[in-house]
């Protein structure tokens, strides 16, 4: 699949708009939380920008994979929280203050880092031989306009027009998930007779950066002592990763749509994952309350 109308429009705009509903949810005060309760961020941005890549790394190392699958899944390694991890960390009785702090700024770090360590991760698996080429400015560039400019939008009118972003936002929120259902099928359609030949090094490495990623989350945070609405939510920040971006990067922007397939393939294990986060989270909550 070469750029087209699918990965040159329909997906930024998907995306673009899936950050737009994130922006109508925050405020000024979500970046200043850090001042507040600044292990907790520090934690929830180490697990995030650190060991996750980490373990996305060594992953590589240890299952099968093609170059090209390689890249695509430490694209997504680098990427930032989803944005329905904050809703996933309500559902499952999580510091959602937390959440939506920590999936702000790992958005803005990573506009950043993504560009940088994506050049890095094209030349390590791929080599010399790389017919990519990728301007990293140009890249930041068009992040920056698929993410956080979206988000700004959303941030200005929830300042200026709280009563119009309240309406805005629940449109918003259900044009996403009909945006993420679309772009999930689009690339299983798109990519259906290479699946079979990705199953066993995307299937069970996307699987191990799942699962890993949350209980590294998990369980980092309850050696730091955090509460455990705060544990929670760094296990479904850290495990929820922002797939559409990573699709966006790779079958948009590198225009590779072999690189999307671990983002996809996470995607479904991922929402999985929260399924048993918030099933854990209210059966601990019913618990407490008990």
Known sequence: MQANLFTAVLLPTALAIIMLGMGLTLVIDDFQRIRRYPKAVVIGLTNQLVLLPLIGFLITFVVPMQPTIAVGLMVLAICPGGPSSNLI???????????????AVSSTITVFTIPILTQVFLQYFMGQTSAISLPVGQMMGQVFLITLFPVSIGMVIRHCFPSLAAKLERVISRLAIA????????????EWKRLPGFFVQVGVSALLLN????????????LANL???????????????????AIAITAGLLKNPDMAVPAAVYSVFMNL??????????RLALAKAG
């Not at 510091?95 to 999936?103: C, E, G, N, R």
């Not at 399924?275 to 209210?282: D, V």
């Open 89 to 103: 960390t309500y559902f499952a009785k999580g510091d959602v203050a937390l959440s939506i702090t920590l999936t």
């Open 179 to 190: 945006f993420l259902v679309f772009i999930l099928l689009a690339i299983i359609i798109i």
């Open 211 to 222: 699962v890993l990623a949350t209980l590294v989350g998990f369980y980092s945070s309850k």
């Open 227 to 245: 509460p455990i609405s705060q544990q929670i939510c760094i296990a479904i920040e850290v495990g929820v990763q922002n797939g559409t971006l």
């Open 273 to 282: 994952m929260a399924f048993a986060a918030i099933a854990y989270g209210r």
